[in-house]
């Protein structure tokens, strides 16, 4: 069980987000590193696209959320708050957190899955042109579940330093899938990714 379900106790995602390490100096520390990761998905959600954003957004709810959450924050983090702990957050812990409430909320768990769909796609603005001639991009690696709606698990990587089928194979094999159909494309159709001893 991945280290981020066992410390959460409850279906909320605070939960989840308390459990990922916090890698920043406790000196001068001022915000949760949950309360930062909070904020930066609920603003997300609601629109933002730059750290200026989610600095407005945190201005915007600062009073409503500390009231709500029992805390005690003179005031809201700031675009360089979010940036410096950006930084340094653990990305892996952060979608481990996000893959384990997606799941708990799911009343049988990943055990209610019959079927999850692969879905590999370039994030915008991301592609570069190479030395080759060619080009280098980020992609992002999907596991998503048609039936729920929601995406079960992601990952991201550079194609100068990953590939899709490796990505794919990290994902399944972080979860429990015993008799559910995973849909591909064609790419991941080959021997070396389908055998079990590769």
Known sequence: MPETAAVATDLDLISYLKGIPDARMRRGVRFPAWYLLLVAVLGILSGCQSLRDLEHFAIRHHSVLTEALGL???R?????SFRYFFLQVDVAALCAAIRDWTIAQIPAGAGDLDQLVCDGKTLRGSIEPTDGGGSAFIAQVTLYSAALGVAISQA????????????LRQLLGELDLEGVLIQADALHT??????RDS
């Open 190 to 195: 080959q021997r070396p990714f389908l055998s």
């Open 156 to 167: 991201c990587y550079a194609t100068g330093e990953n590939h899709e089928r490796a990505v």
């Open 76 to 80: 809201p983090p700031s675009d360089s």
């Open 72 to 74: 005690e924050l003179r």
